[in-house]
């Protein structure tokens, strides 16, 4: 059974920084896609960040510049350095993963709270 297990989630005041990062475990599965998505209260989850096997990346308008995403194949682990957080950011981040286990799916974590103070 696949899991993704996420971390780094807290509260900051604006200006600041965090981390998060997403480990995947389990047997037998290959990943291809990862990414981080948000959903604030009352809002439509949204896409923050993707990132291909081979390293290509993509942002939403509202991150680029302030967030990275990067990924460590050999951990099976992927991270969003969030910079210049804003109170916007607040919303719980999911991790999700694109990955061959009996098939290709979509597999997701239990979400992290991002709470930024003004």
């Known amino acids: 059974q696949v899991q993704l297990v996420e971390s780094g989630g807290g509260l900051v005041q604006a200006g600041g920084s965090l981390r998060l990062s997403c480990a995947v475990s389990?047997?037998?599965?290959?990943?291809?896609?990862m990414a981080w998505y948000r959903q604030a209260p009352g809002k439509q989850r949204e896409l923050v960040a993707s990132?291909?096997?081979?390293?290509?990346?993509n942002y939403a308008d509202s991150v680029k510049g302030r967030f990275t995403i990067s990924r460590d194949n050999g951990k099976n682990t992927v991270y969003l350095q969030m910079n210049s957080l804003e109170p916007e950011d607040t919303a719980i981040y999911y991790c999700?993963?694109?990955?061959?286990?009996?098939?290709?799916?979509?597999?997701w974590g239990q979400g992290t709270q991002v709470t930024v103070s003004s």
């Open positions: 999700g993963a694109n990955l061959y286990n009996t098939g290709w799916s979509w597999y």
């Open positions: 389990g047997r037998s599965f290959v990943l291809n896609v």
């Open positions: 990132i291909s096997s081979g390293g290509i990346t």
